[in-house]
Every structure is written in C-alpha cells, then in structure tokens.
C-alpha cells in the first residue's frame, strides 16, 4: 500500500526559512496535502496541490512537487516562533475511498528565537 | 476554526468497555471520515460515512463501528476496548464533490483505556 515519509525533527531560528520534505510510493496519488497540528489540537489544513502542478505558493507558504522522485516539500518563509507545530504530509489514497488520507508521521518544528 | 465539533474531548475508559465519540460536521458538509492517531504517529483512516452510509473502510476490525445521521454529524463506537486502543480520535467533515476532498478536522477526543 501507499507509504508517506518525513523526517521527524526540523530546528530553524525565527526569521529563516524552514523547508519540510516528503516522499511518498503511490504516483498515481492524485492530490497531496500539508497538515499543520499544534499541541492539544487537531489538524489544520495549510495547503494542497494537485498532481499536474510542480510549484503553488500561498502567502509564505511554498509547496513544491517532484512527481517523478515522488517527493513534496513545503517551504515555510520568515519562519516565526508561531510556526513552532508538527507538520503532516498526506495523500489522496484512491485505493480505498475517497477521504483516505495517507499521513506521514509528522515532521516537528522548533524555531528558536 | 473548522467548525467541526468532537465530544467528548477526553475520555478514560477501561479494558473491555463499550465507548461512543460524537462530531458535528461543518455546515454544508455532507461526509464524515474518522482516523485515528496513536501517540507520535500520523492519522490513520478508520473509515468514511457518505448520506448516512459507511464509504469506505480503513484496516479496523469490525470492533469499531460508526453512524452517521440525516444531519450529517456522526458517532464512531468501540465495542470491547483494549489498551492500544488509547489514541486521539479525530473526525473530519468534507464536501464530496470528486476529485479533491480537503478535509476539515475537529480538535479530537482523547481516550485512555486502562
């Protein structure tokens, strides 16, 4: 079945840019997401992109698409101590049902001040 | 937020016991999917309910089972506990429309099985 990788641990301090990277085994995946969970909290959808696009940028986020590698990054710019969370990658599994989501394990973002 | 609501948000339970987990939908959504996220790890799907029929199923056992209502909300129930299943239970509405389903969660309930 599908698999999603991240690494577990990113530190940045304030004011660089973080850039959290993915890598999944399905490239019939159709859609890929960003999820943002902060402690105590469930997940906040941050962004997407669809397959048939390599770059979307949204405000100081940028989401890049490698569909031959099948990785995905998410560039956080101006990183700010805010933006201290765990990020989720996932995917559109269509193996199953449509809202099966395929989650990474999160990548945890420390920004020191 | 999301206006999804999940109740309650935590929850402790002991071994062999019966649970019930309530979520509202977002307004205008018409399908709830329910995962489950154990300590440290991502979401994993249980399953999908789409008009009131389950959509769709993760690798649960039958143990874990769900309804969902004309108003769209929804219960997820687990019948006879066990201590793994201590996790945060997320609930997530959506609007199936094809192609791109963006998922809205809820905050969670947070159940403890001793």
């Known amino acids: 079945g599908e698999d999603v990788e991240q690494s577990l641990f990113l530190s940045v301090r304030e004011g660089d840019s973080s850039v959290i990277n993915c890598t999944y085994t399905d490239s019939s995946s159709t859609y890929l997401y960003w999820y943002k969970q902060e402690p105590g909290a469930g997940l906040q959808l941050l962004t997407y992109i669809f397959s048939n696009m390599d770059m979307k940028q949204d405000q100081r986020l940028t989401v890049l698409l490698n569909k031959k590698d099948k990785h995905l990054s998410l560039r956080i710019a101006d990183t700010q101590t805010g933006d201290s969370a765990i990020y989720f990658c996932?995917?559109?599994?269509?193996?199953?049902?449509?809202?099966?989501?395929?989650f990474g394990k999160g990548t945890k973002l420390s920004v020191k001040p | 937020e999301t206006g999804v609501t999940q109740s309650p948000t935590h929850l402790i339970k002991t071994r062999g016991q019966q649970v019930t987990l309530r979520c509202s939908s977002q307004s205008g959504h018409n399908t709830v999917s329910w995962y489950q996220q154990a300590l440290g790890q991502g979401p994993q799907f249980i399953f999908q309910?789409?008009?009131?029929?389950?959509?769709g199923r993760g690798n649960f056992p039958p143990r874990f089972s769900g309804l969902q209502f004309p108003n769209y909300s929804s219960e997820l129930n687990v019948n006879a506990l066990e201590l793994d299943d201590s996790a945060l239970y997320l609930c997530?509405?959506?609007?199936?429309?094809?192609?791109?389903?963006?998922?809205?969660f809820g905050s969670g309930t947070q159940l403890s099985v001793l």
């Open positions: 997530a509405s959506s609007l199936k429309a094809g192609g791109n389903e963006k998922l809205f």
């Open positions: 996932a995917v559109l599994n269509y193996g199953g049902s449509q809202g099966n989501l395929i």
């Open positions: 309910y789409y008009r009131e029929e389950e959509n």
